[in-house]
Structure formats: structure tokens, C-alpha cells
């Protein structure tokens, strides 16, 4: 075979070998960096303040989009539903189809994405710009150390409010599912409601919930990653913030079905 022929395998087998090894180097420094933030919780000073700033930023912040985002989820999944079971004579049962897919997987999974594009681009906005200030390079030599100042409130703050982002988003795509199920299609309101506390149980909601801790600590150690090593001045930070986005985003969807054959197969 000659060496022309051979150029375009090889060529090939080198960019996926770059790109598989860039992965794994950069899940490793994401390890190792959610490892220092973790070991910050156990390092006094313990900022509170800070964390308490945080969830207000992740929780509150992020409502409004939550509450609409849920609540027409419900409704056109409802919509959607109901054609579908309609051709087999069981449109009692959309409630509990809604609630179901909604509670393991829409509502942690679209909580998770809602909370990417707000919260960990600003994330890595705001790390980033820290960075190519200097701002980061001074607490360093003012011995404060900006994982614990900067890092570990922000991880916190995203591990505990996207899980009670993704309660809410739950409540609200089951208000709007109600809605079009019972006031425009004009499904029976006792069927709708019955099949829900029939088919359902809290296992389903703390399914979701689970996946929402953990997507929660995902978005942050992303973000703040991409933004605490940030160079090259504001082309840096903005393909920071692009990166912190996207990476995040596809992380949410990779971990979703890993998370979900575990969660299946142990049933924890």
C-alpha cells in the first residue's frame, strides 16, 4: 500500500487519539480540582456568607426560568401524550406517563440544562475575568486560597439548589400537565389524579433528585474550571464560557444514561 493511500488512516487515528487523550486529561485536572474543593469545606475560614450569596444566585436566580420551563414541559408533553394513548383508549393514564418521565428524567435533565446555560456560564464568566485581571494571582499571594473563596461556595451552592430547582420543576410540570389534561382536553379529573398515586412512587422523585445532586456538581466544577484557568485576556474568557456551556451540556446527557443504568441495576 502506498504512502499516500495510508496518510488519511493514519491522520485520522492520530486527531481521535489527540482528542480521546485531551479528555481524559482534562477529567483528570477536573478530579483533581474537585478534590481541592472539596478539601476547602474542611479548612477554616468556613465562608457561609458566601455560600448563602451563592444558592440565592443559583436558586432564586434561576426560578423564573425553572417555573416556565416546567410548566409548559408538562403541558406540551400532556399534549403529546394524549395522542398517542388516545388511539389505544387509555387517556387515564396520561397523568401518570407525564409524571413519570418528568420526575426520572425531564425534570432533572432540562433543570440541569436551564442551570448550564445561566449558571455555569456566568461561572466561568466570572472566574475567568478574575483570572486575566490578576485578581486570582492576588489572593494567592495574600495567602487566601480562591479554590476555598471562590470554588467550593459555588459547588456547594449548585449541589444543593438544583435538586430543589428540580422539586419545583416537577410541581409545576404536573400543575401545567393538569391543566391542559383536565381544563382543554377534558380528561376525567379523578382518573387523571388516581393514576398518578396509583402508578407512582417516591422512588421516582428521588430518583430524579439524585441525578439532580450530582448534575448540580457537575455545572459547577465545569464552570468554574473553565473559568479559573482562563488565558489569553477576553477571547480567553469568552471561549471559556462557550467551553464551560458545552461541555457541561454534554455532560449532563452522557451522565444522565450512566447514572440511569446504575440507578436501575443497584436500584438505590
Known amino acids: 500500500m502506498s504512502t499516500k493511500a495510508l496518510a488519511k488512516p493514519t491522520r485520522f487515528a492520530q486527531i481521535t487519539g489527540d482528542f480521546t487523550l485531551r479528555i481524559v486529561e482534562d477529567t483528570g485536572q477536573m478530579l483533581g480540582f474537585f478534590v481541592r474543593a472539596l478539601r476547602a469545606v474542611f479548612t ?5 456568607q458566601l455560600f448563602l450569596a451563592q444558592a440565592e444566585f443559583v436558586g432564586v436566580g434561576s426560578l423564573f426560568i425553572i417555573l416556565l420551563t416546567g410548566v409548559f414541559t408538562g403541558a406540551v408533553f400532556t399534549l403529546q401524550t394524549v395522542s398517542a394513548l388516545e388511539q389505544v383508549g387509555m387517556e387515564s393514564m396520561v397523568g401518570s406517563t407525564v409524571m413519570l418521565a ?11 440544562l436551564m442551570v448550564t446555560g445561566r449558571v455555569g456560564s456566568a461561572m466561568a464568566t466570572e472566574l475567568g475575568t478574575m483570572r486575566v ?8 499571594v495574600m495567602a487566601v486560597d480562591p479554590i476555598g473563596y471562590l470554588v467550593t461556595p459555588r459547588i456547594f451552592a449548585c449541589a444543593l439548589m438544583v435538586p430543589a430547582l428540580t422539586v419545583i420543576f416537577d410541581v409545576v410540570a404536573g400543575l401545567g400537565a393538569y391543566m391542559v389534561a383536565i381544563g382543554v382536553l377534558g380528561i376525567d379529573e379523578g382518573a387523571f389524579l388516581s393514576r398518578i398515586e396509583w402508578f407512582l412512587d417516591p422512588y421516582d422523585f428521588t430518583h430524579g433528585i439524585k441525578k439532580a445532586f450530582i448534575f448540580g456538581v457537575l455545572i459547577a466544577v465545569v464552570g468554574c474550571f473553565k ?10 474568557v469568552g471561549m471559556a464560557t462557550t467551553q464551560a456551556v458545552v461541555i457541561g ?3 449532563v ?3 444522565d444514561y ?3 443504568a446504575l440507578l436501575l441495576i443497584f436500584e438505590v
Open 44 to 48: 477554616p475560614p468556613f465562608r457561609y
Open 102 to 112: 418528568v420526575s426520572r428524567e425531564l425534570a432533572p435533565v432540562l433543570t440541569a
Open 133 to 140: 485581571s490578576e485578581q486570582i494571582d492576588a489572593m494567592e
Open 227 to 236: 473559568g479559573f484557568h482562563a488565558k489569553g485576556g477576553a477571547r480567553g
Open 249 to 251: 451540556s454534554i455532560s
Open 253 to 255: 446527557f452522557v451522565l
Open 258 to 260: 450512566v447514572l440511569t
